[in-house]
């Protein structure tokens, strides 16, 4: 079979979906060195809704209503499958500020409630200088005013603390109290010795003015002077040659407005000044993405895993990728198998059709099948799903045509 690309059966717009997945991480944190927390509540237990305080008076201009607690349920393992040896804290992280919310039974699940507290927001929740520097979105609770658990969420993830051990970290942004309380699994990373987790060195390193720079060039690029923004990110590269963050996000400005050459230098440079950072690498990956260049694309998510393994299954996916289309069917189904066992959030449904795909070109027509099926109940709206759709009747019908009963029949 002649080499080709990947995106043979794929639309053109289940190519641009891929190429909008964000080049993040899964925002994984270093735990501490203790396995327990002072505080916390039990997994199990439940607790009951504070009532708001009507300041001594018996009336009220509307009912009083208790805020509603957000449940939220999983189930913490190590990344080799086994449930972890001892109780594992189950915290919330709001703007760098932890929360334990209760701790993991013997077996790794854990039911906590978010929210047991009616208060307005800690102050500890209101994003700080690091918060502002890495472009926090949202905000705590206005001053005197009565936050409740679904506000408190934004800006938080919920993470497992083991010591000597890196999570997952699961989004909360935008959860209620009515959605299904089932997380899924968070993976704990064990980490080796010389394993270190930074915002970046040159973030910590950049000088008052280029800081200040990179904050004017993000706060314009939220109100969407966009020009200005690149503007003040030039800027604070040309106080700070060597200030990866802002390369980066200058890089990103300039990609989405067309400076596809410009950004690629860009993220070259942040590389270039923050080699052990994998974030302009994987926007490095987008980049070779689109363009197709296979080689280049294998090189550089490999030079993504070499730095974090556990941390980005998307870097996975594109070695997988470009593996398939340079022909490597074994590298590009380890690591799409790679890819999907992180995955656990399953953002990335894309995978599974990878997978059906590399099936389809071994004849495991019914392998191919069931990936197939996966990706359409992960993705059932997506732009290729019709596509898959006729993809999964033809491998039902070959496999059924290479079952030994057809072939009995025949």
């Given at each position: 079979?002649?080499?080709?690309?990947?995106?043979?059966?794929?639309?053109?717009?289940?190519?641009?979906?891929?190429?909008?997945?964000?080049?993040?991480?899964q925002?994984?944190?270093?735990?501490?060195?203790?396995?327990?927390?002072?505080?916390?509540?039990?997994g199990t237990?439940s607790?009951?809704p504070?009532?708001?305080?009507?300041?001594?008076?018996?009336t009220?201009?509307?009912?009083?209503?208790?805020?509603r607690?957000?449940?939220?349920?999983?189930?913490?393992?190590?990344?080799?499958?086994?449930?972890?040896?001892?109780?594992?804290?189950?915290e919330?992280?709001?703007?760098?500020?932890?929360?334990?919310?209760?701790?993991?039974d013997?077996?790794?699940?854990f039911s906590?409630?978010?929210?047991?507290?009616s208060?307005?927001?800690?102050?500890s929740?209101?994003?700080?200088?690091?918060?502002?520097?890495?472009?926090?979105?949202?905000?705590?609770a206005?001053?005197?005013?009565?936050?409740?658990?679904?506000?408190?969420?934004?800006?938080?993830?919920?993470?497992?603390?083991?010591?000597?051990y890196?999570?997952?970290?699961?989004?909360?942004?935008?959860?209620?109290?009515?959605?299904?309380?089932?997380?899924?699994t968070?993976?704990?990373?064990?980490?080796?010795?010389?394993?270190?987790?930074?915002?970046?060195?040159?973030?910590?390193?950049?000088?008052?003015p280029?800081?200040k720079?990179?904050?004017?060039?993000?706060?314009?690029?939220?109100k969407?002077?966009f020009?200005?923004?690149?503007?003040?990110?030039?800027?604070?590269?040309?106080?700070?040659?060597g200030?990866?963050?802002?390369?980066?996000?200058?890089?990103?400005?300039?990609?989405v407005?067309?400076?596809?050459?410009?950004?690629?230098?860009?993220?070259?440079?942040?590389a270039?000044?923050?080699?052990?950072?994998?974030?302009p690498?994987?926007?490095?990956?987008?980049?070779?993405?689109?363009?197709?260049?296979?080689?280049e694309l294998a090189?550089v998510?490999?030079?993504?895993?070499?730095?974090?393994?556990?941390?980005?299954?998307q870097?996975?996916?594109?070695?997988?990728?470009?593996?398939y289309?340079?022909r490597?069917?074994?590298?590009?189904?380890?690591?799409?198998?790679?890819?999907?066992r992180?995955?656990?959030?399953?953002?990335?449904?894309?995978?599974?059709?990878?997978?059906?795909?590399?099936?389809?070109?071994?004849?495991?027509?019914?392998?191919?099948?069931?990936?197939?099926r996966?990706?359409?109940?992960?993705?059932?709206?997506?732009?290729?799903?019709?596509?898959?759709?006729?993809?999964?009747?033809n491998?039902?019908k070959?496999?059924?045509?290479?079952?030994?009963?057809?072939?009995?029949e025949?």
């Amino acid at each position: 079979m002649p080499p080709h690309s990947w995106t043979r059966g794929v639309s053109s717009l289940a190519v641009a979906a891929i190429l909008l997945l964000p080049a993040l991480g899964q925002n994984s944190t270093t735990t501490s060195n203790t396995g327990t927390a002072s505080s916390g509540t039990s997994g199990t237990a439940s607790a009951t809704p504070s009532t708001p305080s009507t300041n001594g008076s018996n009336t009220t201009s509307g009912p009083v209503r208790s805020p509603r607690l957000v449940r939220i349920s999983g189930r913490v393992m190590l990344e080799d499958g086994i449930p972890p040896p001892v109780p594992v804290v189950i915290e919330r992280v709001c703007n760098g500020a932890s929360h334990a919310e209760g701790y993991t039974d013997s077996r790794g699940y854990f039911s906590v409630q978010l929210g047991q507290s009616s208060e307005a927001a800690d102050a500890s929740e209101a994003p700080g200088a690091l918060g502002r520097i890495m472009g926090a979105t949202g905000s705590a609770a206005g001053a005197g005013v009565a936050a409740g658990p679904e506000d408190r969420l934004a800006n938080c993830e919920l993470r497992a603390r083991l010591g000597g051990y890196r999570s997952q970290a699961v989004s909360l942004i935008n959860r209620s109290s009515l959605d299904n309380p089932d997380v899924g699994t968070i993976l704990l990373h064990r980490m080796g010795k010389t394993e270190e987790r930074t915002v970046t060195a040159s973030t910590l390193k950049a000088s008052k003015p280029a800081r200040k720079a990179l904050q004017q060039g993000m706060d314009l690029a939220k109100k969407k002077e966009f020009e200005k923004a690149m503007d003040s990110l030039r800027k604070a590269v040309e106080l700070d040659p060597g200030f990866a963050f802002a390369w980066c996000e200058l890089g990103k400005l300039q990609l989405v407005h067309g400076l596809a050459e410009e950004a690629h230098q860009s993220f070259e440079a942040g590389a270039k000044a923050e080699p052990r950072w994998p974030d302009p690498l994987l926007e490095l990956s987008l980049l070779d993405l689109h363009a197709r260049n296979w080689k280049e694309l294998a090189d550089v998510s490999d030079r993504v895993l070499r730095l974090d393994s556990f941390d980005y299954p998307q870097a996975f996916f594109f070695n997988a990728v470009a593996n398939y289309n340079l022909r490597r069917l074994d590298a590009a189904e380890k690591g799409v198998r790679a890819a999907q066992r992180l995955d656990t959030q399953h953002q990335y449904p894309q995978i599974a059709r990878l997978l059906g795909d590399i099936f389809a070109d071994r004849h495991d027509y019914a392998a191919a099948a069931d990936e197939f099926r996966d990706y359409l109940a992960l993705a059932p709206r997506a732009a290729d799903a019709p596509a898959v759709r006729k993809q999964l009747e033809n491998m039902e019908k070959l496999a059924l045509q290479a079952s030994p009963v057809a072939r009995k029949e025949e």
